[in-house]
């Protein structure tokens, strides 16, 4: 599956943005999407996956309560909305794949997306 992820930008504290993670090659349905980033200077972090079956698993707690995962079959795209921004949310945003029953870490999944970078400054 080829991914590919947008919507990346500036935005200021306490702002919102949207990322979208279009997917090609495949039908979407069977597959779980994650959202991976990497801070500047930082290791990767795993945020949340959504199953197949629309279940959505938070692995940073940090994204809890402030970022939601939610998916377009039809679209073949799945959308994180990151609400309350703050500076330490600034990083490269992936998306990734893998055709799994329910979720798992998203770092391990075994498609990516190019990553699109989110800076969160004032």
């Known amino acids: 599956v080829q991914l590919q992820a947008s919507g990346g930008g500036l935005v200021q504290p306490g702002g919102s943005l949207r990322l979208s993670c279009a997917a090609s090659g495949v039908t979407l349905d069977d597959y779980a999407i994650g959202w991976v980033r990497q801070a500047p200077g930082k290791g990767r972090e795993d945020i949340l996956c959504?199953?197949?079956?629309?279940?959505?698993?938070y692995y940073a707690d940090s994204a809890k309560g402030r970022f939601v995962i939610a998916r377009d079959n039809a679209k073949k795209t799945v959308y994180l909305n990151m609400n309350r921004l703050k500076p330490e949310d600034t990083a490269v945003y992936y998306c990734t794949a893998d055709r799994i029953d329910g979720c798992s870490h998203p770092g391990f999944f075994s498609s990516w997306g190019q990553g699109t970078l989110v800076t969160v400054s004032s």
């Open positions: 959504i199953s197949s079956s629309d279940s959505a698993f």
